[in-house]
């Protein structure tokens, strides 16, 4: 099992049917089906809006602390069997304050998992573009009571025609308290959405980045920027970002020099954990075993934490 750092991985994405099923039931919530077959035949997607649409109708079925403990209990023990020694985790809590979810109950539920698990691990509250700057600001208001439970902001949700510039301000205010700063860009957005989210919001990784290879100028800065670049190959495929793996353009960031690490992103709807993707990059993609030492070491290199603990996993 190679050890990794997990550093794009949605908590919300990790809700497989059985525990849909188990926590609708548990919280008299309706879904359109309890038949497992059936509930994973909906996995099947076109594009990133398409997946969107089930994750959160999926979501009502988290209510309570219980439902956030046990979510992310499971993730856990499935990414500790998959050599996860540290995750940075998603997580979306303006999905959970829009189904009348308190703050409280979400950290409390996922911070207590956290704490009882042997996988070091942090939390990055991610915004969702598609409700905007505003919206964006007033959860970092109502998330600062719990500031110490996490370390840094991200950005996430659909892509294309929400551009990172209009967050801006949101990101001044999450780095002048001392959060890190990361944001999904170059998934299905191009180039110049990568761009601006270095230099306007001013992040420190890239989340999936894939879109920037197509541009030699940008490849040549996040090379020698060694910004990091958190790809999920699975969920390009999932997500028909790319036909299959075959096609990925993860050997060829490796080539370039990049900052690349493998992570999961959504595993309950994308076909698996980050084993499984190390799994299908090696069988499809022919990933050498020196490439996956790279990709590694790449993954604790991009984590935040300081050179001490990085060198300890290593
Ligand atoms: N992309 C963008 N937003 C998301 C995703 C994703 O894969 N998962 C959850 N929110
Ligand atoms: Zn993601």
């Not at 994405?13 to 035949?41: F, I, K, Q, W, Y």
């Not at 076109?46 to 209510?63: C, E, G, I, K, M």
């Not at 170059?186 to 989210?197: C, F, K, L, N």
């Not at 028909?240 to 493998?262: F, I, N, Q, W, Y």
Request: proline letters at 6%; hydrophobic letters at 40%; a negative charge.
């Amino acid at each position: 099992m190679l050890p990794t750092a997990e550093l794009h991985i949605h908590i919300e994405g990790t809700l497989e049917p059985e525990m849909l099923v188990e926590l609708a039931a548990r919280n008299g919530v309706g879904l359109p089906t309890s038949d497992l077959d059936e509930l994973r035949a909906k996995y099947d997607f076109t594009d990133l809006q398409s997946f969107l649409d089930l994750y959160y109708a999926n979501l009502p079925v988290l209510r309570t602390d219980q439902d956030f403990y046990d979510l992310t209990s499971a993730y856990l023990a499935r990414a500790e069997r998959a050599g996860v020694r540290r995750a940075e985790i998603f997580f979306d809590p303006q999905v959970h304050l829009n189904n009348d979810v308190p703050l409280g109950a979400v950290f409390e539920g996922i911070g207590g998992a956290l704490r009882d698990s042997p996988i070091s691990t942090d939390l990055i509250l991610c915004f969702l573009r598609d409700l905007g700057p505003d919206a964006a600001a007033e959860t970092l208001r109502k998330a600062m009571p719990y500031r110490e439970r996490f370390i840094g902001v991200g950005l996430d949700s659909a892509e294309v025609g929400h551009p990172p510039a209009p967050f801006a301000e949101v990101y001044q205010r999450a780095a002048a308290e001392g959060l890190h700063r990361v944001a999904h860009a170059g998934e299905e957005g191009g180039p110049d959405y990568v761009r601006d989210a270095l230099d306007v919001l001013g992040v420190e990784r890239i989340d999936h980045g894939i879109r920037a290879m197509e541009d030699p100028e940008l490849v040549a800065r996040l090379r020698d920027e060694q910004i990091p670049l958190t790809v999920c190959p699975l969920s390009n495929v999932a997500l028909r970002t790319v036909d299959k793996l075959s096609d990925h353009v993860l050997p060829a960031m490796l080539d370039e020099g990049l900052a690349v690490c493998v992570n999961s992103d959504d595993p309950a709807y994308f076909g698996g954990y980050v084993d499984d993707n190390f799994a299908a990059l090696r069988s499809e993609l022919g990933i050498t075993e020196e490439q996956l030492a790279t990709l590694a070491r790449n993954s604790f290199d991009a984590c935040f934490v300081d050179d001490e603990r990085k060198s300890a996993w290593k």
